[in-house]
């Protein structure tokens, strides 16, 4: 019977280990395909620090099926038949507990140096992780755990259970990784994945935590769900930003039209509404400004069809009172671009770099010698005024 039983937990630990194998090693090629075709272009390295990740427990799987080959040799020579998986790693050349620890404190690695790269970042804790010492504060933990499973490894001695090292190390990482993901999601206007990354990070958390216990059974059959799990989240996490993408790519000038008019709601308050299109993936889209942004607007295209004139500026240190400017300072400027796309994308789900500064690009234009005059590069016929 025991002898049965052996061969049984060696046969479920080979087929797991050619699934970790080949599943995550395809997962791997699929997230650097993805990053091959766009982030490379992006010269965004997020995505190759997450698939590295999951390169490990590839790697993972690989020592499950060297593992299970090489104690089914041992237990075939065998005379005894009350050996199991635990009394037999302590005689076996390769530790399985102890190169798998070091496989999933790698994984914990990538993925927390995967971090920084996000686009969206919790306000709490991005200054820590956009740090310059990030890769410190990271990188001493993981040192701190992986030199004692080394010992176990190469010496048979530890001073701590290999397995708690493993835990309080992924318990480190998940608690960033889920606040991360909840947040790349919901900026990215995605609720249910949002909330599907948590009961991923959940799942993952309980996972940690049986290999605290002496269930390998349920220890291998959570660690299926949970890796398969957070492969899925990760490639939904890559979709989301190929979509961000796509959807959010600032439209050239003679592709946007904007359309001006006031309306009355519910309660009979007059609203300063512009239609805009143009943007992929939206037919049109309804925002409101304030009174001031939109009268500054207004007088943008009024001057464009008062045969292309331009907005002058007031210099910053400018004391005469007799002249009048259209334009009191930038900061109009500003709060007109920061209003357009708080209504278009939303407050808070746009970004300087990818939004901000294409927008101001293809909407303004100053002249040839750079005096204190702006203008919109939007073509007059692109533009009405119902008011």
């Known amino acids: 019977m025991g002898s049965l039983q052996q061969h049984a937990d060696l046969a479920i630990l080979s087929f797991y280990g050619w699934w970790q194998f080949i599943v995550c090693l395809f997962a791997f090629l699929g997230l650097m395909a993805i990053w091959y075709h766009i982030g490379r272009k992006q010269k965004d390295f997020g ?44 005689y076996s050349p390769v530790s399985l507990d102890g190169w798998r620890s070091i496989l999933s404190l790698l994984n914990s690695l990538f ?70 993901l909840f947040e790349s ?39 299926a769900i ?53 943007f992929p993936g939206m037919e049109s889209r309804m925002v409101i400004l304030s009174p001031q942004v939109f009268d500054l607007l207004k007088a943008f295209i009024r001057k464009k069809k008062d045969n292309d004139q331009w907005l002058e500026i007031k210099p910053k240190n400018e004391t005469r009172t007799g002249k009048i400017y259209d334009i009191k300072d930038y900061n109009e400027i500003k709060r007109l671009i920061s209003g357009l796309l708080d209504g278009i994308f939303g407050k808070e789900n746009w970004t300087k770099d990818h939004h901000f ?18 203008r919109l590069k939007i073509p007059g016929d692109n533009l009405s005024l119902n008011s």
């Open 185 to 223: 999601f919901s900026r990215r206007r995605l609720k249910f994945l949002a909330y599907l990354s948590i009961l991923c990070i959940l799942i993952t958390f309980v996972a940690q935590l049986y290999k605290l216990t002496a269930s390998s059974a349920n220890l291998t059959l959570f660690s």
């Open 47 to 90: 995505q190759v620090w997450l698939a590295v990740s999951i390169l490990c427990w590839s790697f993972s799987g690989l020592v499950d099926i060297i593992y299970s080959k090489e104690w089914m040799k041992i237990i075939m020579a065998s005379s005894s038949t009350s050996l199991d998986l635990q009394s037999l790693d302590q």
């Open 357 to 374: 500064d294409p927008l101001k690009e293809s909407l303004f234009e100053l002249p040839p010698k750079r005096g204190r005059k702006i």
């Open 226 to 278: 949970f890796k398969t799990s957070l492969i899925m989240i990760f490639f939904a996490l890559a979709l989301s930003w190929v979509k961000e993408l796509a959807e959010n790519i600032i439209p050239l000038p003679s592709q946007l039209f904007f359309s001006l008019k006031q309306i009355k709601n519910e309660t009979g308050k007059l609203l300063n509404q512009v239609e805009i299109k143009g």
């Open 111 to 180: 993925i927390l140096l995967a971090l920084p790269w996000f686009r969206y970042i919790p306000s709490r804790i991005e200054p820590l992780i956009t740090s310059k010492y990030w890769r410190l504060i990271v990188g001493i933990p993981f040192l701190f755990a992986l030199i004692p499973t080394l010992s176990r490894i190469f010496f048979s001695s530890s001073l701590i259970m290999i397995s708690e090292l493993d835990v309080y190390f992924a318990t480190l990482t998940l608690i960033f990784l889920g606040w991360v």
